[in-house]
């Protein structure tokens, strides 16, 4: 397809475990962004990638979130020791990067359940 | 620091009806706003943008939204709501040269027919 595609779009896990979430951008956008959106929240800035590194990683909650981009197109956002708080749907969204406004694109999201 | 205000948490609207979805920012400069549409269990989708140039923008779907910078407003409008319209709102701001967006915390439309 053409738009940015999330694996898996659920995901139950306990509370205590090591979670990934897979992120795969529209092909040729060069920055990546992570957001997490609570219930009944609108969504908030998590971190976002100019190709392969982080240019800001400033909404990242605490150390527990990581998230890399090897390869310059998928990100996988890590959650370590996952916590009933983190519970939410985690959004992907990618942009074409050139300079000037950006318009996002968003992915389906992907919805973590930490019992 | 940005931030967004989006004063209704639900509006109901009768199928037909005109439909005006508030907006407010706080930017000390020139904003990027955006509005997006998201339907249950699905992203975000783009309504429509403002970058710069005609303050009245268009969108899909019909939607329309008019960037008054004296009120630090960006309302959505629509003259005649169709109920494939119900879903959720989000009003965003993002800054020159920024990379995250700020969102609204949404509102919920619904539709009676």
């Known amino acids: 397809g053409a738009g940015v595609s999330q694996t898996p779009s659920n995901k139950v896990t306990e509370k205590g475990k090591y979670v990934e979430l897979r992120c795969d951008p529209i092909?040729?956008?060069?920055?990546l962004y992570w957001y997490r959106q609570s219930l009944g929240q609108g969504p908030e800035f998590l971190i976002y990638?100019?190709?392969?590194?982080?240019?800001?990683d400033s909404g990242l909650p605490n150390d527990r979130f990581f998230a890399v981009r090897p390869e310059g197109s998928v990100s996988t956002l890590k959650i370590q020791r996952t916590e009933r708080g983190d519970s939410a749907v985690y959004l992907c969204?990618?942009?074409?990067?050139?300079?000037?406004?950006?318009?996002?694109?968003f992915g389906p999201g992907t919805r973590l359940l930490v019992l | 620091a940005q931030s967004v205000t989006q004063p209704d948490i639900h509006i109901t609207v009768s199928e037909g009806a005109s439909l005006e979805l508030r907006c407010n920012y706080s930017?000390?400069?020139?904003?990027?706003l955006f509005w997006y549409v998201q339907s249950p269990g699905q992203g975000l989708q783009l309504l429509l943008k403002?970058?710069?140039?005609?303050?009245l923008v268009q969108g899909i779907k019909g939607f329309e939204a008019e960037f008054k910078r004296s009120q630090s407003s960006f309302n959505l409008r629509k003259p005649s709501v169709h109920w494939s319209d119900a879903a959720e709102y989000f009003c965003?701001?993002?800054?020159?040269?920024?990379?995250?967006?700020?969102f609204g915390a949404g509102t919920i439309l619904r539709v009676k027919s």
């Open positions: 092909s040729g956008h060069t920055a």
């Open positions: 403002y970058f710069s140039g005609d303050t």
């Open positions: 990638f100019q190709g392969t590194g982080a240019a800001d």
């Open positions: 965003a701001v993002g800054a020159m040269g920024g990379n995250k967006l700020v």
């Open positions: 930017y000390g400069a020139t904003p990027y």
């Open positions: 969204a990618s942009s074409l990067r050139q300079g000037g406004p950006e318009t996002q694109y």
